[in-house]
């Protein structure tokens, strides 16, 4: 009897001791709300990963320096506790549990890439810990009835079927033939089920229909198809080296097709790296600088991206600028729901509508924005050779005038 | 399935081409995993990662204003004292061991030069522009970048070279005679140990000189050395060891048949299609040894 009753003192005594210090890491301590972040500051996404970060601290610095949060008459600042998840979904896993369980933050900051926050969502979710996460557009992210995961962009479904919708548009309204070549990765493709959408609504026809592997560095085969199909748009998604191997091997093979429409031309410094040769592609955004949005913090895209240009020495991508945009959510919802219980701030992030440099921000029932179009921009350069991203679609917040059809190499 | 290959004859053409000169270049990165494989019985996982900081050296040059194309020549001399490097620090301590402890080893400074490469260099993806245009025929049908074919050329120069080395210099005779019977090379006064760490350099520069190639025609990334280890591996398996001519056909033979996969199976099968090629002709080996066997018996 005696001992049992001292194990049971024993375990309670635990028990107490381990839920105060618990307690005494939580989320709110004095007046900083901490929130947790798992981001790939090493590994294959760190460049990416660098620029969610950046974007993250310029945001808490900047609502810091301006007033901080205001919940129930009282002052509160961010601050953000970082792990390095190494690109690795395992890692991801693994930190956001001990962000929640051993930090005991109760609201988190995405990582980068859909595959990173489909590892992290269903931990969140288990916990009932909000996330608002910014860089991950994958469909599936939505499906899975989610109550705790909302995310600032547009899902990658809607990445290029504008794209469809203007080629169609330039054929006086007439079907078009695609060509597609996508990665076989989740986010890819995720933009071939949203362009494959976009061709059954326009009654447009599909000549080709390539899956890229993971490690591709040549794609000369698709191409040499599409030289002799002939089709009116090319739509190529692979990340970053999907796109500069597309730019690459176009113009040393000569294709000449009337448009070409491609993801993460922003982040793959297209220009860049090619020049002229990429000139008159066009590129899905979720963000550009030229936008008119606004909001109190960053004004406006301009001023945003001169601020950050000034203090990181780079100009902004747009996953920084999204990433920033998801801190503007956070203190948004906090204000409104005026406490930090989880799920009446997860009632108000759901019930978000408002307006951020970044773009509108309003959620559906799983967690994708809806309020916030993708942008599609065309790589045009001067004489010079000086090349430049210009807003072309939609018409709503275009800044130049869409260059089509494509001039042929020949004319170039 | 797509038989586009068929209603569209210049497409052959096409694949054939491209097959051909993107093997040839395969075939230098297996040509120098065969060499030092022979030699040392190493299986070398890092060959893919020496490639990609081959093509880094030429990327950064490029960037410096200096033309990508001069890194064929001073990649393959910075490769080869970090060749040297990897083996006094690392090949000289496994080199005479289990062949899965060579592969253990080589498979730690693969993921090594890898996270190395992505700190130093980054993440992003990368590429040198030569700016060699684009050479046209028959009537415009059949496109071939100048710079893959420059990269072939460069390839057969290189190998034709080490060709003639290994037949002629005294330090090729001995590699020769190391790879024959170490023992007795030793014994007849071949100093094995400084064999070992040339081969290992030479091997090394001869995937310098194919990563500032593959940086000229493809693309560079911290991650993708692993795809040109596998595809030299199975060159060399299917070529067979010390069997150089064969190294040559086996490269080509597989770009040719990884375009005609492409073409009419999908993109999406390319690598596939040569996993099961490496099962066809392992399982045809096996075969025609248990015939062999029988035979003997």
């Given amino acids: 009897m005696k001992i049992n009753k001292i194990i049971i003192s024993f375990i309670s005594a635990a028990v107490i001791l381990l839920s105060t210090s618990v307690a005494s890491f939580a989320k709110v301590v004095g007046d900083k709300i901490v929130l947790g972040a798992a981001i790939s500051l090493t590994g294959k996404y760190s460049s990416n990963g660098v620029h969610t970060q950046n974007g993250y601290n310029m945001a808490v610095d900047r609502i810091n320096s301006m007033g901080g949060v205001k919940v129930g008459g009282k002052t509160y600042k961010f601050d953000i506790i970082y792990y390095d998840d190494e690109s690795n979904p395992k890692r991801a896993a693994q930190l956001a549990e001990r962000l929640i369980s051993q930090d005991g933050v109760e609201f988190m900051l995405g990582p980068y890439s859909s595959g990173l926050t489909k590892a992290i969502a269903p931990v969140t979710e288990k916990y009932g810990v909000p996330m608002v996460e910014a860089n991950g557009a994958s469909r599936s992210l939505f499906t899975k009835g989610y109550k705790y995961l909302f995310a600032v962009l547009a899902p990658a479904n809607l990445y290029l079927d504008v794209a469809i919708d203007l080629a169609v548009e330039k054929n006086n309204g007439k079907p078009v033939t695609v060509a597609m070549a996508f990665e076989q990765d989740a986010f890819s493709q995720d933009v071939r089920l949203g362009v494959l959408e976009a061709i059954k609504r326009t009654g447009s026809k599909q000549v080709i229909d390539d899956k890229l592997p993971k490690e591709l560095n040549d794609m000369a085969a698709t191409l040499v198809k599409v030289k002799q199909m002939k089709p009116d748009v090319l739509v190529v998604s692979g990340h970053t080296k999907g796109a500069l191997t597309a730019i690459r091997q176009i113009s040393e093979m000569k294709v000449d097709v009337p448009m070409l429409a491609m993801t993460h031309c922003d982040a793959a410094k297209l220009s860049k790296q090619h020049g002229k040769n990429s000139q008159y592609a066009l590129c899905a955004s979720q963000w550009h600088k030229t936008l008119t949005y606004k909001d109190d913090f960053f004004k406006d895209g301009m001023t945003y991206d001169a601020d950050f240009t000034k203090e990181f020495g780079y100009a902004p991508p747009y996953q920084a600028a999204e990433s920033s945009a998801a801190l503007l959510v956070f203190k948004d919802a906090f204000e409104r729901a005026n406490s930090f219980d989880q799920k009446k701030v997860r009632d108000a992030l759901a019930a978000t509508n408002m307006q951020t440099f970044y773009g509108n921000i309003k959620f559906a029932s799983g967690g994708q924005n809806v309020d916030k179009p993708m942008v599609l921009f065309q790589v045009m350069c001067d004489d010079s050779g000086k090349c430049e991203n210009k807003v072309v679609a939609p018409t709503k917040w275009a800044s130049a005038k869409l260059i089509h059809p494509i001039p042929s190499w020949s004319q170039r | ?297």
């Avoid at chain 2, 299986?43 to 093509?55: E, F, P, R, T, W």
């Avoid at chain 2, 005479?96 to 993440?123: H, P, W």
């Fill in chain 2, 1 to 297: 399935m797509d038989f586009l290959v068929f209603q569209y004859p210049m497409i052959t053409v096409q694949a054939c081409l491209d097959g051909i000169l993107l093997g040839i270049l395969f075939a230098l990165i297996a040509y120098g995993m065969a060499l030092q494989w022979g030699v040392m019985n190493i299986i070398n996982i890092a060959q893919g990662d020496l490639v990609i900081l081959g093509g880094y050296i030429a990327y950064f040059m490029y960037l410096y204003g200096i033309h990508p194309a001069w890194g064929v020549i001073v990649s393959p001399i910075i490769m080869y004292f970090v060749g040297i490097a990897i083996y006094k620090l690392v090949i000289n301590k496994v080199v005479d061991r289990d062949l899965f402890i060579s592969i253990l080893a080589t498979f730690g400074i693969s993921i090594l030069f890898m996270q190395l490469m992505n700190f130093a260099f980054g993440a992003d993806v990368v590429l040198a522009n030569s700016h060699y245009g684009t050479t046209m025929l028959f009537d415009n049908n059949v496109v071939l970048p100048n710079s893959k074919i420059f990269s072939a050329f460069i390839s057969i120069l290189f190998a034709i070279c080490l060709v003639i080395y290994m037949k002629k210099s005294k330090l090729g005779r001995a590699i020769r005679a190391t790879a024959q019977n170490a023992r007795a090379a030793k014994i007849l006064g071949v100093d094995t140990e400084k064999v070992y760490a040339a081969t290992f350099g030479i091997n090394a520069a001869l995937c310098g000189v194919a990563g500032a190639l593959i940086s000229i025609t493809f693309t560079i990334h911290p991650y993708m050395g692993l795809p040109y280890t596998i595809r030299s591996f199975m060159i060399v398996i299917i070529a067979g060891l010390g069997n150089l001519p064969g190294v040559a056909m086996s490269g080509m033979g597989l770009g040719v048949f990884e375009e005609f996969a492409d073409y009419i199976l999908g993109t999406e099968f390319r690598i596939g299609s040569v996993f099961l090629l490496l099962v066809l002709i392992l399982v045809y080996r096996r075969f025609k040894l248990s015939r062999k066997r029988e035979y003997l018996k």
